[in-house]
């Protein structure tokens, strides 16, 4: 039977109508899942080989990056909601230098470059609007740069001047932090942000700047009434770290000297945080200065009488004469003072005792003995342990004193003790490195794998869905076969299936009268043809 355009459809129509219900629906899930799969392995391989170029994007930085790769006509993918960019992986760097050369990603908020198309008649409002806009975005922006924080936003309250100071506000701030996941800010860094912002603005002190995270936390910005819980979070701090200095004195010096982990150090200090101030005053007698020296002289003269005398009225009056006092002639007086002021010497001595001086010291020390290894031809045989010597450990115990600073008037102890670490080592001491793991094989095979993946779920699917379900669709019983026979035929097809016919039997009829008439001859071109094959 001829294949015919114009009688196809009826030759399909015919075809679903000899199907079941349950071969029809199998049909459709089959081409529909066809479908489906190939559309989703198309898909992934064409966006398998794009990496991502940046993530978390501002909306204004996605649609210039896009803008800008559009331009240069490299391809590209929108993730994330359209804050995500991915290209091909060996444009990523390229790229990214072409874009941070024109300033992109610029990041949340405006930054200075508001001003650039600054326009005539603008106002004095306007520009300090904008720029304060555009410093809380350059500020947004410097603290996006640290590696725990994904995005910021800075508010920042500028009162207006006055002409009196005490009449002017403080300037504030007020900044909130989206950190990442799974990373957190320590002390420092908080107080880096806050010293950065306060550094920045004008008027604005660091206790005027508050943060808060994501969550609601508040970082800085607090007042706290009380210093005490501070200082004693600070002093066990100090004291931590002064503790890990000095182990790690030890351990290092240790090491060198006997090997890599063969000495455990573990060191406790007790610090003195009182804080004291000592003034003292001390005189010496056998010092003694003139401070001081005045001297004042007066010379007076006087040219008139002067009453003389002792003074009472025998002496005023002169026997024999009634009523005549005696007046004496003319005189000098003179006057001199001397003042000296001396000083005794005094000596005044101030002192401030330092805080976090060690007030006793102990050290634990355990190191590791050495091992003999099995001679050669013993096998089975475990490498034997042997202790150091005592002198060996008097003398790593004097090293560990000088590295510390032993002291034993303040009572410091120290601790060295010899403990095998391990029963039984290796024969092969070199440790192997490690292999890889599956994580890094997938990342550096991740094309090939994609591929692969991609043959194998084609040949299964074929194997075992599409093939079998083909079968089964296939499968017609005997009355469809003779029904689909009866299907309209030409005559020109009819003629030539019955002329095939009747030429099949007739040759049949010769091959059998032939093998009738010389059975032995027959018989022998058959045996000769079997020998041939």
Same mark, same amino acid.
């Given at each position: 039977?001829?294949?015919?355009?114009?009688?196809?459809?009826?030759?399909?129509?015919?075809?679903?109508?000899?199907?079941?219900?349950?071969?029809?629906v199998?049909?459709? =899930?089959?081409?529909?899942?066809?479908?489906?799969?190939l559309?989703? &392995?198309?898909?992934?391989?064409?966006?398998?080989?794009?990496?991502? &170029?940046?993530?978390?994007? *501002?909306?204004?930085?996605?649609?210039?990056?896009?803008?800008?790769?559009?331009?240069?006509?490299?391809?590209?993918?929108?993730?994330?909601?359209?804050t995500?960019?991915?290209?091909?992986?060996?444009?990523?760097?390229?790229?990214?230098?072409?874009?941070?050369?024109?300033?992109?990603?610029?990041?949340?908020?405006?930054?200075?470059?508001v001003?650039?198309?600054?326009?005539?008649?603008?106002?004095?409002?306007?520009?300090?609007?904008?720029?304060?806009?555009?410093?809380?975005?350059?500020?947004?922006?410097?603290?996006?740069?640290?590696?725990?924080?994904?995005?910021?936003?800075?508010?920042?309250?500028?009162?207006?001047?006055s002409?009196?100071i /005490?009449?002017?506000?403080?300037?504030?701030?007020?900044?909130?932090?989206?950190?990442?996941?799974?990373?957190?800010?320590?002390?420092?860094?908080?107080?880096?942000?806050?010293?950065?912002?306060?550094?920045?603005?004008?008027?604005?002190?660091? +206790?005027?700047?508050?943060?808060?995270?994501?969550?609601?936390?508040?970082?800085?910005?607090?007042?706290?009434?009380?210093?005490?819980?501070?200082?004693?979070?600070?002093?066990?701090?100090?004291?931590?770290?002064?503790?890990? &200095?000095?182990?790690n004195r030890?351990?290092?010096?240790?090491?060198?000297?006997?090997?890599?982990?063969?000495?455990?150090?573990?060191?406790?200090?007790?610090?003195?945080?009182?804080?004291?101030?000592?003034?003292?005053?001390?005189? &010496?007698?056998?010092?003694?200065?003139v401070?001081? /020296?005045?001297?004042?002289?007066?010379?007076?003269?006087?040219?008139?009488?002067?009453?003389?005398?002792? $003074?009472?009225?025998?002496?005023?009056?002169?026997?024999?004469?009634?009523?005549?006092?005696?007046?004496?002639? *003319? @005189?000098?007086?003179?006057?001199?003072q001397?003042?000296?002021?001396?000083?005794?010497?005094?000596l005044?001595?101030?002192? =401030?005792?330092?805080?976090?001086?060690?007030?006793?010291?102990?050290?634990?020390?355990?190191?590791?003995?050495?091992?003999?290894?099995?001679?050669?031809g013993?096998?089975?045989?475990?490498?034997?342990?042997?202790?150091?010597?005592? +002198?060996?450990?008097?003398?790593?115990?004097?090293?560990?004193?000088?590295?510390?600073?032993?002291?034993?008037?303040?009572?410091?102890?120290?601790?060295?003790?010899? =403990?095998?670490?391990?029963?039984?080592?290796?024969?092969?001491?070199?440790?192997? $490195?490690e292999?890889? @793991?599956?994580?890094?094989?997938?990342?550096?095979?991740?094309?090939?794998?994609?591929?692969?993946?991609?043959?194998?779920?084609?040949?299964?699917?074929?194997?075992?869905?599409i093939? $079998?379900?083909?079968?089964?669709?296939?499968?017609? $019983?005997?009355?469809?076969?003779?029904?689909?026979e009866?299907?309209?035929?030409? =005559?020109?097809?009819?003629?030539?299936?019955?002329?095939?016919?009747?030429?099949?039997?007739s040759?049949?009829?010769?091959?059998?009268?032939?093998?009738?008439?010389?059975?032995?001859?027959?018989?022998?071109?058959?045996?000769?043809?079997?020998?041939?094959?």
């Amino acid at each position: 039977m001829a294949f015919s355009l114009s009688t196809l459809p009826q030759q399909l129509k015919m075809a679903l109508k000899g199907l079941t219900t349950g071969k029809l629906v199998a049909m459709a =899930i089959l081409v529909g899942g066809t479908v489906a799969g190939l559309a989703f &392995l198309l898909t992934w391989s064409e966006t398998g080989d794009l990496h991502p &170029l940046y993530s978390n994007l *501002a909306p204004e930085d996605a649609a210039e990056i896009v803008s800008q790769l559009k331009d240069k006509q490299i391809p590209y993918q929108l993730t994330m909601d359209g804050t995500g960019v991915r290209i091909p992986y060996e444009k990523i760097y390229e790229t990214r230098l072409e874009l941070a050369s024109q300033g992109l990603p610029r990041g949340n908020g405006i930054g200075f470059e508001v001003f650039d198309d600054t326009q005539l008649g603008m106002t004095e409002f306007v520009q300090n609007v904008n720029y304060q806009r555009a410093l809380q975005g350059e500020l947004s922006r410097t603290i996006n740069t640290l590696i725990e924080v994904e995005s910021s936003r800075v508010h920042i309250v500028m009162p207006a001047r006055s002409l009196f100071i /005490e009449e002017e506000d403080p300037a504030t701030a007020s900044v909130i932090l989206k950190l990442r996941r799974g990373k957190y800010l320590s002390k420092e860094q908080v107080q880096g942000i806050v010293h950065l912002i306060s550094s920045s603005v004008s008027r604005l002190s660091p +206790e005027d700047v508050t943060i808060i995270d994501n969550s609601g936390k508040m970082l800085a910005g607090f007042k706290e009434k009380s210093t005490v819980s501070q200082i004693t979070s600070n002093q066990l701090a100090f004291q931590e770290k002064k503790e890990r &200095l000095l182990e790690n004195r030890v351990k290092t010096m240790l090491e060198s000297v006997l090997g890599q982990d063969k000495a455990i150090v573990r060191v406790s200090c007790l610090l003195n945080f009182t804080q004291q101030e000592k003034t003292e005053e001390l005189f &010496l007698p056998d010092n003694s200065v003139v401070r001081s /020296e005045q001297a004042s002289s007066s010379v007076s003269k006087d040219s008139t009488g002067t009453a003389a005398g002792v $003074p009472g009225l025998q002496t005023n009056v002169v026997p024999g004469s009634v009523g005549t006092a005696a007046i004496g002639g *003319a @005189g000098n007086n003179q006057r001199q003072q001397f003042t000296k002021n001396y000083e005794v010497g005094k000596l005044t001595h101030r002192q =401030i005792m330092p805080i976090g001086s060690i007030q006793r010291l102990s050290v634990a020390v355990v190191v590791d003995g050495t091992y003999q290894q099995p001679e050669e031809g013993a096998d089975g045989e475990q490498a034997q342990y042997v202790p150091r010597a005592v +002198e060996e450990m008097v003398k790593l115990e004097n090293i560990v004193k000088s590295a510390v600073d032993y002291d034993a008037v303040r009572g410091d102890k120290i601790e060295v003790v010899n =403990i095998p670490f391990e029963v039984e080592l290796a024969s092969d001491m070199t440790a192997a $490195p490690e292999p890889p @793991g599956w994580m890094e094989i997938i990342k550096t095979h991740q094309s090939l794998i994609k591929y692969t993946a991609t043959a194998i779920f084609f040949l299964l699917s074929f194997m075992m869905i599409i093939k $079998p379900l083909t079968r089964w669709l296939t499968s017609t $019983p005997i009355e469809e076969i003779q029904m689909l026979e009866q299907l309209p035929q030409t =005559i020109k097809e009819l003629e030539r299936r019955y002329a095939a016919s009747d030429n099949d039997n007739s040759y049949t009829r010769q091959i059998e009268n032939a093998i009738n008439e010389n059975r032995s001859g027959s018989t022998q071109l058959m045996k000769a043809w079997l020998k041939e094959t």
